[in-house]
């Protein structure tokens, strides 16, 4: 694409000197690292660093046009606008040829449940045949092949590149991480999403919002964003809302577009009654507009009913029949790190799962509630640098809900391990918890306390493979720690 095309659609701006010499634009970036010749720079003005500053060594890299929000003074054309990231999701959008337009595009949000139920969505139109996308917390990845992600939604020339390498490789349906973050730091802008889903909102990412009505502001964007066109094949824009939640109720106003709501109430459109938790799977009644079927999952908790509720919407939304999407639903064993089982031949049952918001936790353990027989041990602990007001949330919760509560390190990064675990102890002054800083230490005292019968829940990073400790990644693994504990301890057989 050449230069001149990529600034005539920014509709506001100021090109100073004007462009005399058009090019043919090689890379659009807002990283100088990656930076080449024929590259077009976008300077962000970011938390730790001011893109503006680095414009000078883009352009000794070989950026020919920079795309700036405030005076800067270099040797090659500068495209002034009034917010670069704005101009950034509409460069990506334009650069890449507008690639969500050429798929299905399922957008989740919520504060708890996206991974979850990407990934089922994911299995559904997979057992369609259809070729798919996702993004997310855990990975992008474009069929079969997974690409590393810094970001659940990455920045908007990271995202609009995968959608482009997505569309390249014939993928029909993407489904999609939104987070909060995002919304707000405009990294989803110019995505035609078709569907929208709404799983929850509870406390979370307070340290980046303030409150809890702007962080369901954030969410709400996603309903705006979504429109109320057809898409290219005909079909309606749908927006999918938990109405168990207010939030949810209240987000149908934030949309024009049709709404499919689910829930475990009957008057959702898609609801669930008589849900039945077992300690391998979950039995409900799915309702469909009044007409019932009986399904069996294997995943666990009624958290998880909603997860697959939201995933069956999606999924009805674009009209796959009723019964294959079940069947899809019922034969899917979980996700990596979302209230898996740690093989264990010891009597002890071991679950590892990403619960890191005082709901999430509270869910995790009220399943394990419904099924243990006797002990509940629960390994927790609250990251660094994150929501400080969830940690005495989530302490209070673990001594509540389990007998034999731990508390330890989860990524503590730049802030101080020991004054974490003080916040979370604050939550629960006279409990007298065991604290463990070091997490291997914590999972192995928990794993050679539990006897036979007994449950032990590891909380908070779930399919992580690292700790991070000060601005280092320390390869730690969960379930690694736990199958080394139980190796440690007499075999039932
Ligand atoms: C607070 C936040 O969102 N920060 C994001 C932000 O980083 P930043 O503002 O610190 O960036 P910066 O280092 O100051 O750099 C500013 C600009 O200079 C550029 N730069 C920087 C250095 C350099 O050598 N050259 C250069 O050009 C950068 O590319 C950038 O354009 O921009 C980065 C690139 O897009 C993001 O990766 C980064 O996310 C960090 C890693 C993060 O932890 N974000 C969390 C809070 C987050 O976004 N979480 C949500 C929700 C998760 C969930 O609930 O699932 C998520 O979507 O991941
Ligand atoms: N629908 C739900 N309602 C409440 N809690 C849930 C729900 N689904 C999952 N959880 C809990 O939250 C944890 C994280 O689930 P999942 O990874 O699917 O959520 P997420 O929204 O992607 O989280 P993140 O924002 O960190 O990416 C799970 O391990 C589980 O404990
Ligand atoms: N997406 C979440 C993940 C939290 C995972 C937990 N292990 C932690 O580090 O707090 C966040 O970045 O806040
Ligand atoms: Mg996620």
Redesign the pocket.
């Known amino acids: 694409m050449k230069a001149s095309e990529l600034i005539n659609s920014l509709k506001f701006k100021r090109v100073e000197p004007a462009l005399t010499t058009d090019f043919d634009v090689t890379l659009l970036?807002?990283?100088?690292?990656?930076?080449k010749p024929g590259a077009v720079?976008?300077?962000?003005?970011?938390?730790?660093?001011?893109?503006h500053d680095?414009a000078g060594?883009?352009v000794e890299k070989g950026a020919q046009l920079i795309v700036a929000q405030k005076p800067i003074d270099v040797a090659v054309p500068v495209v002034y606008v009034a917010n670069t990231e704005r101009a950034m999701a509409m460069l990506a959008d334009v650069f890449y040829d507008a690639p969500s337009q050429k798929m299905r595009m399922i957008g989740v949000t919520g504060?708890n449940g996206?991974?979850t139920v990407t990934h089922l969505i994911e299995q559904i139109y997979r057992d369609q045949q259809q070729v798919t996308g996702l993004i997310?917390?855990m990975y992008r990845k474009i069929k079969d092949q997974k690409y590393p992600?810094?970001?659940?939604?990455?920045?908007a020339i990271?995202t609009q590149r995968t959608l482009a390498a997505m569309r390249d490789t014939g993928v029909q349906t993407v489904a999609m991480?939104?987070?909060?973050?995002?919304l707000v730091?405009g990294?989803v802008w110019g995505i035609d999403y078709d569907i929208a889903v709404f799983t929850n909102l509870t406390q979370?990412?307070l340290?980046?919002h303030k409150t809890m009505a702007k962080y369901a502001e954030a969410k709400a964007m996603l309903f705006a964003q979504l429109g109320n066109k057809y898409d290219q094949n005909g079909t309606h824009k749908v927006a999918v809302l938990n109405t168990d939640d207010p939030v949810g109720r209240e987000f149908e106003q934030y949309t024009a577009a049709h709404v499919l709501t689910f829930g475990l109430n009957p008057d959702a459109m898609i609801n669930a009654q008589n849900v039945h938790i077992h300690s391998h799977g979950t039995e409900f009644d799915l309702s469909v507009f009044g007409h019932v079927t009986h399904v069996t999952m294997k995943l666990i908790g009624e958290f998880n009913v909603y997860n697959m509720l939201a995933a069956f919407a999606a999924a009805y939304a674009s009209g796959i029949p009723e019964a294959q999407i079940i069947a899809s639903l019922e034969k899917v064993t979980g996700v990596k790190g979302r209230f898996q089982a740690v093989p264990s031949h010891t009597g002890v049952s071991v679950i590892v799962d990403y619960s890191h918001t005082p709901d999430g936790l509270l869910n995790a353990l009220e399943t394990i509630q419904d099924f243990a027989q006797k002990d509940i041990y629960c390994v927790v602990g609250c990251g660094g640098?994150?929501d400080k007001g969830k940690r005495p949330k989530m302490a209070k919760i673990a001594v509540e809900h389990s007998s034999k509560p731990i508390f330890t390190s989860d990524n503590p990064r730049t802030e101080d391990p020991t004054a974490i675990l003080q916040d979370m102890v604050a939550g629960v002054p006279d409990a007298g918890v065991p604290v463990y800083e070091d997490r291997h230490e914590a999972i192995a005292k928990a794993i050679e306390q539990a006897q036979p019968g007994d449950v032990v829940l590891i909380a908070g990073k779930g399919h992580e493979d690292y700790q991070i400790i000060g601005r280092t990644k320390h390869h730690f693994d969960d379930s690694e720690e736990a199958s080394k504990a139980l190796a440690l301890k007499p075999t039932l057989d």
């Open positions: 970036t807002q990283d100088t690292r990656e930076v720079f976008i300077c962000v003005d970011g938390y730790h660093v001011d893109g680095l060594q883009a504060t996206k991974t997310g917390t992600t810094a970001n659940t939604t990455p920045d990271t991480e939104v987070s909060s973050i995002a730091l990294r979370d990412h340290d980046f640098d994150r």
